[in-house]
C-alpha cells in the first residue's frame, strides 16, 4: 500500500533517484518534508560540508532526521542498501562523490522496491546511474520580486524520468505551511 505522503511527493515511491545542482541539498530536504517518519541521510565523513540538523528546521522536525557518516563511497552503498530493504524509513538519502556503476545502482532499485522505501542520491554535477528512475537538476534563480522573509526560488528541471516526460518548474518552499509551491515564470 502506498503511504499518503507519496501521494504529493516528487519522487516515484519505492525506487531510487538522483538529484544534482547547488540546489540539490533543498530538493533532498523537501522531500525528506513530505517523509512520514524517519529520514535516514547517509553521508561521507571526509567530506568538508557538514549536515546541520537545525538548518533543516524550516522544512521538518531535526528530531527526525539520522545521518550515518560513513568511511567511503562503498560503505554509504552498503548502509543505504540495507536501509532501502529493511524499509522502516520511508526515505533515504545518500550522498555520493564517485560515478555509482549500474550493478551497484540496480541493488539499490531493488533494495527499494524490497523495503518499499524511496531513495534520493545527491550525485555531483555531470554523474549519474542509468539505473535511476529519475534525475533532476536543482539551481537556486534570481527572484527581483522576493520579499523578506521568503525562501529562495529554486528552479526543477526533470533531465531524465523513466517514467515519463521531461520538465522544468520554478518553486519555492512555504516554510510557514512546510509545503512546495509552484511559481509562474515571470513574463515581461
Not at 16 to 26: D, K, L, M, Q
Not at 98 to 121: D, E, W
Amino acid at each position: 500500500m502506498m503511504p499518503d505522503f507519496a501521494k504529493s511527493f516528487p519522487l516515484r515511491y519505492a525506487r531510487v533517484h538522483e538529484v544534482c545542482g547547488p540546489g540539490a541539498a533543498s530538493f533532498a530536504a523537501v522531500c525528506a518534508a513530505g517523509a512520514q517518519g524517519t529520514v535516514i541521510w547517509i553521508r561521507e565523513s571526509w567530506r568538508p560540508e557538514a549536515l546541520n540538523p537545525l538548518g533543516l528546521t524550516l522544512f521538518f522536525d531535526p528530531a527526525k532526521i539520522l545521518i550515518a557518516q560513513v568511511k567511503d563511497q562503498t560503505e554509504g552503498l552498503a548502509v543505504a542498501e540495507e536501509a532501502l530493504r529493511d524499509g522502516s524509513a520511508p526515505l533515504v538519502v545518500l550522498q555520493i562523490s564517485q560515478p555509482m556503476g549500474l550493478i551497484q545502482g540496480r541493488r539499490l532499485q531493488l533494495s527499494a522496491k524490497t523495503g518499499k522505501s524511496t531513495g534520493l542520491c545527491i550525485i555531483p554535477d555531470g554523474m549519474g546511474s542509468n539505473a535511476a528512475e529519475s534525475r533532476w537538476h536543482c539551481a537556486p534563480i534570481f527572484d527581483p520580486f522576493s520579499t523578506a522573509g521568503d525562501s529562495t526560488l529554486q528552479h526543477w528541471e526533470l533531465i531524465k524520468n523513466k517514467s515519463g516526460t521531461l520538465g522544468s518548474w520554478h518553486v519555492r518552499w512555504d516554510a510557514a505551511a512546510r509545503r512546495l509551491n509552484l511559481v509562474s515564470e515571470a513574463r515581461e
